[in-house]
């Protein structure tokens, strides 16, 4: 709760706490504080146990952190039921957009990466998607696409 607090915002703190309170009252609300603190830790376990007691022994393996959505996704992403860790694996990015970039500029991509491609499943050749224009005669005017307008 306090990780992100520095040595110098305690100190700030404590000087306030000892101003507003004074000095001969701050230990009684320090305990109030600790007090109130420690019955509503108590509330909300007892209240978390009687709810595990009433989902019966079929849920006995649930836990709270388990509803918050990024904990959700995580524990279901890390489950290999699926076989996402052998896709994820499979799928190299950083691979893919060179190969892409490599198409779109003209170049011959790495014959490394394309057999790597090849053997990682992709179907068939590589496509060339770079569009190479036919020199134009003297007077003729260049093709007019309708879908780039």
Same mark, same amino acid.
């Given at each position: 709760?306090?990780?992100?607090?520095?040595?110098?915002?305690?100190?700030?703190?404590?000087?306030?706490?000892? /101003?507003?309170? =004074?000095?001969?009252?701050?230990?009684?609300?320090?305990?109030?504080?600790?007090?109130?603190?420690?019955?509503?830790?108590?509330?909300?376990?007892?209240?978390?146990?009687?709810?595990?007691?009433? /989902?019966?022994?079929?849920?006995?393996?649930?836990?709270?952190?388990?509803?918050?959505?990024?904990?959700?996704?995580?524990?279901?992403?890390?489950?290999?039921?699926? =076989?996402?860790?052998?896709?994820?694996?499979?799928?190299?990015?950083?691979?893919?957009?060179?190969?892409?970039?490599?198409?779109?500029?003209?170049?011959?991509?790495?014959?490394?990466?394309?057999?790597?491609?090849?053997?990682?499943?992709?179907?068939? =050749?590589?496509?060339?998607?770079?569009?190479?224009?036919?020199?134009?005669?003297?007077?003729?005017?260049?093709?007019?696409?309708?879908?780039?307008?």
């Amino acid at each position: 709760m306090f990780n992100d607090i520095g040595a110098l915002e305690l100190v700030t703190l404590i000087v306030l706490a000892v /101003l507003v309170f =004074g000095p001969d009252k701050l230990p009684k609300v320090i305990q109030d504080v600790t007090r109130t603190i420690r019955k509503i830790r108590e509330f909300s376990d007892s209240a978390k146990q009687d709810i595990r007691n009433e /989902l019966g022994p079929e849920f006995k393996d649930f836990e709270f952190e388990d509803l918050n959505p990024k904990t959700f996704i995580r524990k279901q992403l890390d489950n290999d039921d699926l =076989g996402l860790k052998e896709m994820r694996s499979s799928f190299d990015l950083k691979k893919e957009m060179a190969e892409l970039t490599d198409a779109v500029q003209g170049r011959e991509s790495e014959p490394s990466s394309a057999a790597a491609a090849s053997t990682s499943g992709s179907s068939g =050749g590589s496509v060339d998607m770079s569009k190479k224009r036919a020199a134009l005669e003297k007077d003729e005017r260049p093709p007019y696409d309708a879908d780039a307008t």
